[in-house]
C-alpha cells in the first residue's frame, strides 16, 4: 500500500477512533476525569522516554485530547449561574470596612454568605476543570512537537545510494524471491479447500466477473456514446453533461474493476499476499481512472473544454505523461508491496524505488516544460519595451511548471545520494497536489456551467462573478487534504480546527465560527424579510394609498436602513456577542469619526433629514449649484440627480440642505413660462395683445384658471417690447411650450403683416466734409 493511500485509512481509522472516544467520554465524565490521573503520568512517562514509538504516542495523545474535551466542558460548566451570583453579590455591594464603618445587618450579611458559599462551590469545580484542560492541552502540545520533530529527522535520515553497484544484485534477488513467495504461498492452498470454495460461490464469482469486464472493457464507450447524444439533440446545458459523462467514464470501469477483485477474493484461489494485493486493485484503478479524469478534463481535446488552452500537440503530450506517471505509481505501489511481504534492507528499497522516482520525475519534467510554455488569449502587449503582461493564469500555470521543472530534477539527484524520505516527500506530493488542483478547476468549471444553466447565461457565465467565487470555496475545501498531502497529519488539522473552534475573546464575549455562523443566520435573515417586506410595500401597498412618489421612496428608504438596523441589533443579541467592554472603543472611534469622518457623518446626516423633511423627492426637477436636472436618487452620502444632457451629477446631501436649492415640481406640476416677443414701431399694440393672447389660450398644456396674461412692458430701443405669462399644468413641458407658441407667433404675424424688428443703428458722422475732401485728393 502506497504512502498517500496508507495515510489517508490510518487517518480515517483514527477520525472514527477519536468520534467513538469522544461520545464515550461525553457520556460518562465522571469516570473520565476519575482516570484522568492514570493517563496523565503514562502520558509523561511516554514523553520523557525517547524510546517511546509513534503509534503509542498517537494513541496517548487521542486518549488526552478525549479527557481535554471533558475539562473544556466542565470548565465552561454553570457559566450562566455564576455569573448571576456575581451579579448578585456586587448588587449587595462592598462589605464595610475600617473601625468606624458600621457593621451590616445580620440579614445582609447572612445573605452574602450564602451567595459567596454557592459560588465557591460553583467555582471548584470549574478551576479543577480549567488546570486539568492546561495540563491536558500541554501534553498535547509536547507529543505534537515530539512528532513533528521525528518527522522533520527522518526527511534528513540518508539511506543507501541505490546507484552502488553492491546493491543491485541483492536487491535484484530479494525481489525474486518475495515474486517466488507469492507463488510459494498460492501453491500451498489445497486444491480441494479452492474448488468448494469456488463452487460454493460460483454464481456470484461468475456473475461479478462477467459484470466486471463488461463495465471495465464497455464503460468509457457508453459513456462516449450518451455524449454523442447529447451533441445529436443538442441537450441544454450541455457542459454540465458532459461533465457528469466524463464522470461516469471513471465510475463505470472502477465499478467493473471493484466487482472483479470481489470476485477473485470469493473465488479462494488467492492466498494471504494474492489477498493484500488484490484489496489494492480498487484505489488504484481510482488512482488511474482519477488521474486520467483530471488529465482530460485540464487538457481536453475539445477547445471549448479545455482549462489549460495550449495547442493540441502539447495537450496530447501531457496526457501522455500523466498516464504514464499513473502506470508507473501502480507498478511501484504493486511491487513495493510485495517486497515488503520479505521485510527487504533498506538498500534493496532504495534500488527497486528509485527507476520508478527517475521515470516518474522525467514525466513530471516533461509537463513542467509544457506547462512553462503556456500563454492565454488574455496577454496582451502593453508596452513594446515591457513585452506581454501575463494574466493570472498564466503565471499560475507558469509558476506550477517551473516548479515541476524543479522537482523533477531535484528528486532523482536527492535519491541518488540517499535521501529517499525527503525526494519522495516532494516527489508525490507535487505530484498529487497538481491533480488536486486540477480536480478544482475541473469543478469550478462545472459549477460555472451549472450557474450558466440555471441563469441563461450558457458559457458567458465562466467569466462571471459567482463561478470564481465557488472556486475559492472550492480552494479552501481543498487546501486541509493539500495539507495532508505534505506531511501534516490529522491530528494537526483537528488541533487547529478544535482552536479555530474555540475562537477568540472580544472583551467578554468568545467569539467562535458557532457565535459568527448564528450572527449571519440571524442577520441574514432579517436583511430578507426587510427586502421582503419593502418588495410587497412598493408593489401591493403603497400603489394604492394618495401618498406620491418621492413619499414612498422615503418611506421605504427608511424602512430598509431601520430593517437593516434591528436585524444587526437581532443578531448581536441572538448571538450573545457583548460589545459593553468596547464602549471606550467606541468612544473613541466617535472621537475620530468627528474630527476625520465629518463631512461623511454630516452627508450621512442630511440624507436622513432630506428623507424626514423630502424638501427634495425623487422625480423632482430641481437646480442646485448650477446645475439642473431630475432627482433620480437619494442615498445616505449624496443624490444623484439627472441632468437634460442624460449626464449625472452626484450633489452631497449636505449642499442640498445647508444650500440654495430651487425645486421647480415640489408639490405638484403647475408652474408659469415667460415669452419675451417685440414688435416693430407703428404697430397697433391692443391688436397684438389680442393675437398674443388667442395664441396662448390656444396652447392645451396653458391652465384657464389662472388665465394667460399677456403684458405690454417698454418702449425698447427698438421695438415694442411684450410678454406672454401663463401657468402650465406641466412645468415639465415649459420648452415644448415655448417652441410651440414661438411657432404660432411666427405665423400669425406673417399673416397679420406685423413686423418682429431686429435691432438697427443709425450712424453720424461729425465731419463728413473731411472725408469727401480726402475723396477729390
Not at 460553583?122 to 509536547?142: F, N, S, T
Not at 499560475?396 to 515541476?404: E, K, N, Y
Amino acid at each position: 500500500m502506497s504512502q498517500l493511500s496508507r495515510a489517508l485509512f490510518t487517518g480515517l481509522c483514527l477520525a472514527l477512533w477519536l468520534m467513538v472516544g469522544a461520545v464515550f467520554a461525553q457520556d460518562e465524565p465522571v469516570q473520565a476525569i476519575d482516570r484522568w490521573d492514570n493517563v496523565a503520568t503514562r502520558a509523561e512517562a511516554a514523553v520523557d522516554d525517547a524510546t517511546t514509538s509513534d503509534t503509542v504516542l498517537e494513541t496517548l495523545r487521542a486518549r488526552i485530547v478525549d479527557f481535554r474535551a471533558v475539562f473544556d466542558t466542565e470548565r465552561n460548566a454553570n457559566a450562566t449561574r455564576i455569573a448571576t451570583l456575581r451579579e448578585q453579590i456586587a448588587a449587595l455591594g462592598d462589605p464595610p470596612e475600617g473601625e468606624n464603618a458600621e457593621p451590616e445587618t445580620p440579614a445582609l450579611a447572612q445573605t452574602r454568605a450564602d451567595l459567596n458559599q454557592q459560588l465557591n462551590a460553583l467555582l471548584a469545580p470549574v478551576q479543577i476543570a480549567e488546570r486539568e484542560y492546561l495540563h491536558a492541552d500541554g501534553l498535547v502540545r509536547e507529543i505534537d512537537l515530539i512528532l513533528r520533530t521525528r518527522q522533520a529527522e527522518k526527511l534528513l535520515t540518508t539511506t543507501p545510494s541505490p546507484l552502488n553497484p553492491e546493491n543491485w544484485v541483492p536487491a535484484l534477488q530479494d525481489l525474486m524471491d518475495a515474486f517466488d513467495g507469492m507463488l510459494i504461498e498460492r501453491g500451498t492452498v489445497n486444491s480441494a479447500q479452492k474448488l468448494a470454495a469456488l463452487r460454493e460461490n460460483l454464481p456470484f464469482v461468475f456473475f461479478a466477473t462477467l459484470a466486471g469486464l463488461l463495465l471495465l472493457l464497455r464503460g468509457r464507450r457508453w459513456a462516449v456514446m450518451m455524449v454523442t447524444g447529447l451533441r445529436r439533440h443538442q441537450a441544454r446545458g450541455i457542459g454540465i453533461w458532459r461533465f457528469v459523462v466524463s464522470l461516469l467514464r471513471i465510475i463505470l470501469p472502477l465499478c467493473g474493476l471493484f466487482l472483479l477483485a470481489t470476485a477473485a477474493r470469493q473465488s479462494g484461489y488467492l492466498g494471504a499476499r494474492g489477498t493484500e494485493i488484490i484489496r489494492l486493485l480498487p484505489i488504484m484503478g481510482l488512482v488511474v481512472f482519477g488521474f486520467r479524469w483530471v488529465s482530460e478534463r485540464v487538457f481536453s481535446r475539445d477547445d471549448e473544454e479545455a482549462l489549460v488552452l495550449l495547442d493540441q500537440e502539447h495537450r496530447r503530450q501531457a496526457r501522455f505523461y500523466v498516464n504514464g506517471i499513473t502506470v508507473v505509481m501502480i507498478v511501484s505501489i504493486i511491487t513495493i508491496q510485495i517486497l515488503e511481504f520479505e521485510l527487504p534492507s533498506a538498500a534493496t528499497s532504495a534500488v527497486v524505488a528509485f527507476p520508478f522516482a527517475v521515470l516518474i520525475s522525467f514525466a513530471l519534467f516533461r509537463i513542467g516544460q509544457i506547462l512553462r510554455g503556456y500563454h492565454d488569449a488574455e496577454e496582451e502587449v502593453q508596452d513594446p519595451d515591457e513585452g506581454p503582461r501575463s494574466s493570472t493564469l498564466a503565471r499560475v500555470v507558469r509558476s506550477f511548471g517551473m516548479g515541476a521543472m524543479a522537482i523533477g530534477i531535484a528528486a532523482p539527484l536527492l535519491f541518488a545520494f540517499g535521501y529517499q524520505d525527503l525526494a519522495d516527500a516532494i516527489l508525490r506530493p507535487y505530484v498529487t497536489t497538481l491533480v488536486i488542483l486540477g480536480l478544482v478547476m475541473a469543478l469550478q468549471r462545472f459549477a460555472a456551467d451549472v450557474y450558466g444553466a440555471i441563469t441563461g447565461q450558457g458559457i458567458a457565465a465562466r467569466d462571471a462573478l459567482m463561478p470564481v467565487f465557488f472556486g475559492m470555496i472550492l480552494l479552501m475545501l481543498a487546501t486541509p487534504l493539500l495539507a495532508l498531502v505534505w506531511g501534516a497529519r490529522l491530528t494537526d488539522l483537528s488541533e487547529l480546527w478544535a482552536t479555530f473552534s474555540n475562537g477568540f475573546l472580544v472583551g467578554e464575549t468568545r467569539i467562535s465560527p458557532t457565535i459568527l455562523l448564528t450572527f449571519t443566520i440571524i442577520f441574514s435573515l432579517g436583511y430578507v424579510i426587510t427586502r421582503l417586506l419593502q418588495s410587497t410595500l412598493r408593489i401591493n401597498v403603497l400603489p394604492k394609498t394618495q401618498i406620491d412618489i418621492g413619499g414612498q421612496n422615503a418611506l421605504l428608504s427608511g424602512l430598509g436602513y431601520v430593517g437593516i438596523f434591528l436585524a444587526a441589533l437581532a443578531a448581536i443579541t441572538g448571538a450573545g456577542i457583548d460589545l459593553s467592554s468596547l464602549a471606550i472603543v467606541a468612544g473613541a472611534l466617535s472621537v475620530g469619526i468627528g474630527f476625520g469622518l465629518q463631512n461623511i457623518v454630516s452627508n450621512f446626516v442630511s440624507g436622513i433629514i432630506l428623507l424626514i423633511e423630502r424638501p427634495i423627492s425623487e422625480g423632482d426637477w430641481i437646480e442646485v449649484g448650477g446645475k439642473s436636472g431630475y432627482v433620480r436618487d437619494i442615498s445616505v452620502r449624496s443624490t444623484r440627480i439627472e441632468t437634460f444632457d442624460r449626464t449625472d451629477v452626484i450633489v452631497p446631501n449636505a449642499d442640498l440642505v445647508s444650500g440654495t436649492v430651487t425645486n421647480y415640481t415640489r408639490g405638484n406640476t403647475v408652474g408659469r413660462v415667460i415669452i419675451s416677443i417685440g414688435v416693430a414701431y407703428g404697430t397697433d399694440t391692443k391688436r397684438v395683445e389680442a393675437i398674443l393672447r388667442e395664441i396662448a389660450e390656444d396652447q392645451p398644456m396653458v391652465l384657464a384658471n389662472p388665465a394667460p396674461n399677456v403684458l405690454f412692458l417698454n418702449f425698447g430701443a427698438d421695438a415694442l417690447e411684450f410678454e406672454i405669462r401663463a401657468f402650465l399644468r406641466d412645468i415639465n413641458w415649459m420648452m415644448s411650450v415655448k417652441s410651440d407658441i414661438n411657432h404660432a407667433i411666427a405665423k400669425r404675424f406673417a399673416e397679420e403683416n406685423i413686423e418682429v424688428p431686429f435691432a438697427q443703428r443709425d450712424v453720424w458722422l461729425r465731419n463728413p466734409e473731411v472725408l469727401k475732401g480726402g475723396s477729390d485728393t
